[in-house]
């Protein structure tokens, strides 16, 4: 059996910052736990690797592997599933095979356990010790993964019933038990009923517990016969060839996105978290409340109501942003201050250095160049602020010293600016979406960015809604009690809406990538994705499917140049897993490239790296169609109903 590709699992010091993904805040936290999942996922694979045994991405991590190559932005567990036969292998062998510091959950090995599926994880208590530090990448927390057994289903529908109303009576039974151990007893009996269908009497399988309960996650057999690797994060994960197949028999509409909900509290550590806080009085891996700092904040607040500062006809204003990515949160109030007469205007990018979860200071970077050409940017170490004294001071950066992945220099912190400036304003650099309601996972996450120094000591905080200011502001009264209600209503203030178009800058690569592809006709670039998923549960009809949509393209010839981009490794998983439908779609590549001048064959998939120059999406769900859509390029999909 191949090797896993999870066996060189690395990460990058960038991998782990705060980011906003499809509009979802994702904490640095939440990245370390996910990279810690990914360790304990390694360690799974390399045992499925020695003893041949498959195992699936599932639930949400399959959708993630599909539409987002990587995690759900808003999901914080990792969950695969086997067949039962290696289910059952997979736990014999894993108490030896496993590191000494793992631990085995599952109704035979734990009296008090009281869960159908098994469960891998790192450590039985939050360890934060140097070692666990190293080998989790500064994650503390316990982490986990849950793995579901596929039991068989009855062909027979007698046989299947009979079984449920068995099942139904133990549940009851269990129900009712008073003790744990007692529980875990009635739900062996249980499991012992969910693998009493034999291969010969079954063409199906299903998580047991969803099927007998909520008559769902149950599938064909035959999609777990042989699995494929898709892109997950800085890795790969395993999956049924078959996926769009699998995901459209559990959620019909996968694509859609769904932001609330779930099984458990998010983030899954948040408990964990607050006994760590709670023991040591903060939380030491970011910034906790400080009511001595509210209380300077509140003071300057009051100050400054009873004072007048400068009369300078011609306001000094400074911009302070960090990193170039994210200029674009703060450009909407320097093009206002630009357009202000008598507003003096300085842009000066602060250097940022790298650090670590111990404290550490790595490299410094300094991002003047990477800023567009239009911002006249100077450098910050030459700017006299004690002497200049600005009337406002513009910041986005809010961690202070607090962040375990970056820093700058202590002069730029919020807390420090306060002495060179009549007013700080503090605008998030991260643009996140309006959350849900008050308490989702969006809401929750969004708790982190709230907590942070920057808003404790900004004269002001600009936000982009009325229902993130609502959401910070009942989230600050929560810290700081409700007597401080009118100086938070006053202190953050929403951005005017401003109605100057901010077209995408596409950089000079995708402009000689375009030029490259469409030649002088500066043609509609359009994508044609095909999956490999899409030719195996389609089969004769993905093939005329991609033949019709090939004579269309070919059709509009001066108007269209079309990427025919297969899924990654498309050729290869597809040769391995089905030769003659393989030597088929190749005919079919093949008399596209001499019939189709307009149609590009990418194999490579060299086109990802140009998607800014990208006019319209069509062909099957997944990943890249999701980035169309959040980059706002037109996204068809082909008719799901074929496969």
């Known amino acids: 059996m191949r090797k896993s590709s999870l066996d060189n699992l690395s990460f990058t010091n960038t991998f782990f910052e705060d980011e906003v993904r499809e509009g979802f805040f994702v904490t640095s936290m939440m990245k370390r736990y996910w990279a810690a999942q990914l360790k304990v996922l390694h360690e799974i694979a390399a045992i499925c690797d020695k003893y041949g045994l498959k195992w699936f991405a599932d639930y949400g991590t399959l959708i993630g592997a599909v539409r987002h190559a990587g995690y759900v932005p808003w999901d914080d567990d990792l969950d ?6 290696d289910w059952d292998k997979f736990f ?3 108490v ?9 959950l599952t109704l035979d090995n734990e009296p008090e356990y009281t869960e159908f599926t098994g469960r891998i994880v790192n450590c039985s208590f939050i360890d934060a010790g140097e070692k666990h530090m190293a080998d989790f990448y500064g994650c503390p927390y316990t982490v986990g993964i849950d793995i579901f057994p596929l039991d068989n289903v009855y062909d027979d529908p007698k046989l299947e019933e009979d079984r449920k109303a068995r099942v139904k009576e133990l549940i009851q039974r269990c129900s009712l038990a008073k003790t744990l151990r007692e529980k875990n007893k009635y739900m062996r009996e249980i499991a012992q009923i969910h693998t009493e269908c034999k291969d010969n009497d079954s063409s199906r399988v299903a998580m047991m517990t ?16 042989d699995c494929i690797e898709l892109p997950f994060e800085n890795c790969r994960v395993k999956a049924t060839p078959q996926f769009l197949k699998m995901l459209r028999i559990e959620y ?10 779930g099984e458990h509290d998010y983030p899954v550590y948040s408990k964990q978290e607050e006994m760590l806080r709670e023991k040591i009085g903060h939380n030491p891996y970011r910034y906790t409340f400080d009511s001595n700092q509210l209380l300077v904040s509140v003071g300057r607040y009051i100050k400054r109501l009873t004072e007048t500062h400068s009369d300078r006809t011609m306001k000094k204003v400074v911009f302070l942003p960090c990193k170039a990515k994210h200029w674009k949160t703060m450009e909407p109030l320097w093009r206002k201050a630009m357009q202000d007469e008598n507003e003096e205007v300085h842009v000066l990018p602060i250097f940022y250095y790298d650090a670590n979860y111990k404290g550490e200071i790595g490299d410094k970077h300094d991002e003047r160049d990477l800023f567009p050409g239009y911002v006249k940017t100077e450098d910050c170490t030459k700017y006299d602020f004690e002497h200049e004294h600005p009337d406002r001071i513009v910041i ?5 010293g607090w962040s375990t992945t970056m820093t700058a220099h202590e002069y730029f912190y919020s807390g420090n600016l306060l002495n060179y400036t009549d007013e700080l304003v503090y605008m998030p650099c991260f643009d996140v979406d309006d959350p849900e309601t008050g308490g989702d996972k969006a809401s929750t996450a969004l708790g982190t960015l709230i907590e942070q120094p920057a808003v404790i000591s900004a004269d002001k905080v600009i936000l982009k809604s009325e229902k993130i200011r609502n959401i910070y502001i009942d989230k600050l009264i929560a810290f700081s009690g409700e007597q401080t209600r009118r100086y938070w ?3 953050l203030v929403l951005m005017e809406e401003l109605k100057e178009d901010f077209s995408p800058v596409c950089s000079q690569e995708d402009e000689e990538w375009h030029r490259r592809v469409t030649g002088e006709k500066e043609n509609k670039v359009i994508i044609y994705y095909i999956s490999i998923s899409f030719l195996l549960s389609g089969c004769d009809k993905a093939l005329e499917k991609i033949k019709e949509s090939l004579d269309v393209l070919t059709e509009r010839a001066d108007k269209v140049t079309a990427i025919m981009l297969p899924q990654e490794k498309a050729d290869t998983e597809l040769k391995r897993i089905d030769n003659e439908l393989y030597k088929r779609f190749q005919d079919v590549v093949s008399n596209m490239r001499s019939t189709c001048e307009n149609v590009i064959y990418d194999a490579d998939g060299e086109a990802i790296k140009h998607m800014d120059k990208w006019d319209a999406f069509y062909g099957d769900a997944g990943w890249i169609a999701e980035k169309c859509a959040e980059k706002g390029i037109p996204v068809m999909l082909h008719n799901q109903y074929l496969i």
């Open 489 to 491: 209503e006053d202190k």
């Open 210 to 225: 969803l099927f007998i309960t909520r008559n769902n996650h149950v599938f064909p057999r035959e999609l777990f016969e």
């Open 96 to 104: 030896s095979e496993l590191p000494s510091d793992y631990k085995i």
């Open 80 to 85: 695969i599933s086997m067949l039962r036969k």
């Open 252 to 261: 019909k509409n996968f694509m859609r996105i769904v932001k609330s909900g």
């Open 396 to 400: 986005q950066v809010p961690y202070d």
């Open 92 to 94: 014999e062998v894993a």
